[in-house]
C-alpha cells in the first residue's frame, strides 16, 4: 500500500527553518501502523526524523502523537484505517507540549502536573502490622482510571489547556479521582479543596475530547465530574462551579426546564454585584436584538411528576 | 415523515430565534413535528455531574414518551442530541440499569423499551432527507459565501454513543449541508472544538479566549459566516463575540447562524422568520450577499 506521511519537522537547533512539513512518500504493508511507518522512514529514508517509542504494544505510553489532528498511540493505529481518499496521513507531536524535536514532545510539564496532585496514598491514623487490606468492591470503580499509561494523549488534545496553561488537565486529574475513590486514602477532603482551587476541576469544560482520544478508556472527564460530585457531597460549593450545578439542578427540579435568566443569577450570587454588573453589557445588547429568554419563566406541563422522578431518584443516592 | 420534537430549552430560551426557524424549515421540507411538551431538560451533562441516574431517568422518561407516541425524536440541539445520546447508551448497555430507572418511570405509567431513535436535524437532513432531495428544495444558492462549520462537542463526541459507526457520514455532515447549499466550506482547526460555554460563569477569561481562538481562525480563511447546530456554542460565539474581540484587542464581526437559518436562507425564506435580526452580531453585510425573497 502506498501512503504519503505528512509529517511536521522542527529542530530547534536549526536557524534556517521553523516548525515545518514534511512529505514521505513509502511503501508499507497491510498491517503497519503509524509507528511501523515512522520507523521505516527513519531507518530507510531520513535518519534525522526524531521520535519516540518503546513497547510496540500500548503499554508504555511512549508514542503518543496526532494523527490527523487528534492524538493516538502510532503503535495502535493501523495506517490503513486513517489513510485519507488520496493516501496522506499527517502525523504531529503532541499538542499542549513544548516540542523537543519532530515528534518528540517534552514531558516534564504533564509530570509536574501529576506530581501536584500528590499521586501517593495518604492514610491516617495507625498504621497495620501488615498491608492495608481494601475489599474487592470497594476498588473496582479505579480499576479503568488505574488503567491510565501516562501517555498523554487527553493532555494533547485538551480544549482547556489550549487556552489556560496552568489547568492541571485531564491526566493528572483523573490520577486525583484515583486517590480520592480509594478507601485506604485519608485525605479525600483537603485533595476536593486542593483540587477545586482555580486551573482544577472547576476548569474542565467538559468537551470530551479526552474521553474520544484516550487509548486505554480511562474516560478522564468523567472522573473529573466524578470530583466534582464528591467535591458538592463534601460541602466544598462556595465557588461558581459548584453553584453553577447545584442551581440548574434546583431550577430544572422547579420548572421541568432550565431558566437561562436565574441560572447566572443564582450561580453568582444575588448580591454578586462586580459579577452581575460584568453581565450588563452583554444582557443589553441581547434584549435590544430581542434575543432574551422570557421574564416569566413557564413550567412544563406536568412538572409536578419531573420533582417527583427528582425526590424519588435524589433520596437514593 | 413525521417527528417527535424534542426543542430543547435554549430554542424558547437565549435563542428564541431558533424555534421558529427549526420550525418553518421543517414545515417546508414536509417535516411534520408534534412537540414534545411536557418532556423534561436533557441535564445537558451539568445535572449529570452531580447524579447522572438522575440524568438518565429524566431522559429515559422522555424517550418512553416518544416510544407512547410511535415516533423518533428530533432535537435541534448538539448538547440535548449528545446528552440524550449518551443516556441512550448507558441504558442500552445495561439492562439491570434500566429497569430500575423503569421502576422509577413506572409511578406515571411509562415503560422505556429501549427502542427509541433521537436524531439531530442536521442528520435528519443528510440521512433522512437526503442531500439530493434537500438539494431540489434549494432555491437561493448561497455562491460565493465562504461558511465555516462549528458541530459543538456533544454530537461529535464520543462517537461510539452518537453511532458513528453505523452511520460514519456524521463525521462531516454540517460540511456537506453547507456544499449543497452552494456555499464553500471553511477548514480550520477549531471546528469540532469546545466554544467555552460551559465554563463562561466559572473562568470567562477562558471560555472568551475559546470564542476568540475559533471565529478569528475562521475570519483568518476567509469565513463570511459561521454556522452551527448548537444554540449553545451559538450563545458563546455571538453574544460573547464583542468580549472576545475586546480580549484580542480587534475586530472580528463574523455572524453566527443557526443550522435551520442557513439552511432557510438557501431555500429563499423569509430572513425575518428565521429570525437573522436577533443576532449579536450583524448578519445584514451577510444578507446583502443573498438574493433572498422580500
Known amino acids: 500500500m502506498e501512503v504519503s506521511l505528512n509529517v511536521k519537522r522542527f529542530d530547534p537547533e536549526s536557524n534556517a527553518q521553523g516548525p515545518h512539513f514534511q512529505e514521505y512518500n513509502l511503501d508499507v504493508e497491510e498491517y503497519f501502523t503509524v509507528l511501523d511507518a515512522l520507523i521505516k522512514v ?55 507540549l513544548p516540542v523537543v524535536k519532530d515528534l518528540v514532545t517534552d514531558m516534564e510539564p504533564f509530570w509536574d502536573k501529576v506530581r501536584a496532585i500528590q499521586p501517593w496514598l495518604q492514610p491516617y491514623g495507625t498504621v497495620p502490622e501488615k498491608e492495608y487490606i481494601a475489599p474487592n468492591e470497594t476498588m473496582l470503580h479505579l480499576a479503568g482510571v488505574m488503567s491510565c499509561i501516562m501517555c498523554g494523549a487527553c493532555v494533547s488534545d485538551c480544549t482547556a489547556l489550549e487556552v489556560d496553561k496552568n489547568f492541571i488537565g485531564p491526566a493528572a486529574l483523573a490520577k486525583a479521582y484515583r486517590f480520592v475513590g480509594d478507601p485506604r486514602d485519608d485525605a479525600g477532603i483537603d485533595r ?34 466524578g470530583l466534582r460530585d464528591k467535591a458538592i457531597e463534601a460541602g466544598l460549593s462556595n465557588n461558581n462551579g459548584a453553584r453553577h450545578t447545584e442551581a440548574f439542578s434546583e431550577l430544572v427540579k422547579h420548572s421541568g426546564r432550565l431558566d437561562e435568566l436565574r441560572l447566572p443569577i443564582k450561580t453568582f450570587g444575588i448580591f454578586n454585584f462586580p459579577a452581575l454588573i460584568g453581565l450588563l453589557p452583554v444582557g443589553l445588547r441581547a434584549l435590544r436584538k430581542g434575543k432574551m429568554p422570557p421574564i416569566i419563566h413557564k413550567s412544563i406541563p406536568g412538572v409536578e411528576r419531573v420533582r417527583r422522578i427528582f425526590e424519588k431518584v435524589e433520596s437514593k443516592k | 415523515m413525521k417527528y417527535a420534537f424534542f426543542p430543547g430549552c435554549v430554542s424558547r430560551g437565549g435563542c428564541p430565534e431558533l424555534y421558529p426557524a427549526a420550525v418553518s424549515v421543517c414545515e417546508r421540507l414536509g417535516i411534520e413535528l408534534e412537540v414534545m411538551e411536557g418532556a423534561a431538560c436533557t441535564g445537558a451533562g451539568v445535572l449529570q455531574e452531580k447524579n447522572q441516574r438522575l440524568g438518565d431517568t429524566l431522559n429515559a422518561r422522555t424517550f418512553a414518551m416518544a416510544e407512547a407516541m410511535g415516533l423518533p425524536i428530533m432535537t435541534i440541539c448538539s448538547t440535548c442530541q449528545g446528552t440524550m445520546s449518551q443516556a441512550h447508551k448507558r441504558l442500552a448497555d445495561d439492562c439491570a440499569y434500566m429497569a430500575e430507572i423503569n421502576q422509577v418511570l413506572a409511578e406515571e405509567g411509562l415503560e422505556y423499551k429501549g427502542e427509541v431513535v433521537v436524531k439531530h436535524l442536521l442528520w435528519i437532513l443528510v440521512e433522512d432527507i437526503g442531500l439530493d432531495n434537500l438539494r431540489s428544495y ?31 457520514e456524521r463525521e462531516d455532515s454540517l460540511e456537506k449541508i453547507i456544499e449543497i447549499l452552494g456555499a464553500e466550506v471553511v477548514q480550520y482547526a477549531g471546528k469540532t472544538r469546545c466554544c467555552g460555554f460551559p465554563i463562561l460563569t466559572i473562568n470567562e477569561r477562558n471560555s472568551v479566549a475559546m470564542v476568540a481562538n475559533h ?13 452551527t447546530p448548537c444554540p449553545l456554542c451559538h450563545l458563546n460565539l455571538d453574544g460573547f463575540q464583542p468580549k472576545a474581540a475586546a480580549q484580542r484587542r480587534t475586530t472580528i464581526d463574523l455572524p453566527i447562524l443557526h443550522l435551520p437559518q442557513v439552511v432557510g436562507l438557501a431555500m429563499g425564506m423569509d430572513p425575518k422568520v428565521m429570525g437573522l435580526n436577533r443576532h449579536i452580531m450583524s448578519t445584514k453585510k451577510l444578507l446583502s450577499r443573498v438574493a433572498v425573497e422580500a
Open chain 1, 42 to 96: 527513519r531507518e530507510e529514508m531520513d535518519g534525522s526524523l526524531a521520535l519516540r517509542c518503546s513497547c510496540r504494544a500500548s503499554i508504555c505510553g511512549s508514542c503518543s502523537m496526532r494523527v490527523n489532528g487528534h492524538a493516538k498511540l502510532v503503535c495502535k493505529t493501523k495506517v490503513r484505517d486513517v489513510v485519507n481518499h488520496d493516501h496522506r496521513v499527517t502525523v504531529e507531536p503532541m499538542n499542549n
Open chain 1, 192 to 225: 476536593l479543596r486542593m483540587y477545586g482551587q482555580s486551573g482544577g476541576i472547576w476548569d474542565c469544560t467538559r468537551c470530551m475530547e479526552c474521553v474520544q482520544v484516550c487509548p486505554k478508556g480511562v474516560a478522564p472527564m468523567e472522573r473529573i465530574m
Open chain 2, 138 to 168: 434549494i432555491t437561493t444558492p448561497l455562491a460565493g459565501l465562504k461558511v465555516a462549520p462549528f458541530y459543538g462537542c456533544y454530537i461529535i463526541r464520543p462517537t461510539g454513543a452518537l453511532g458513528f459507526e453505523e452511520h460514519p
Open chain 2, 215 to 227: 471565529t478569528l481562525d475562521a475570519k483568518g480563511l476567509g469565513a463570511d459566516a459561521m454556522v
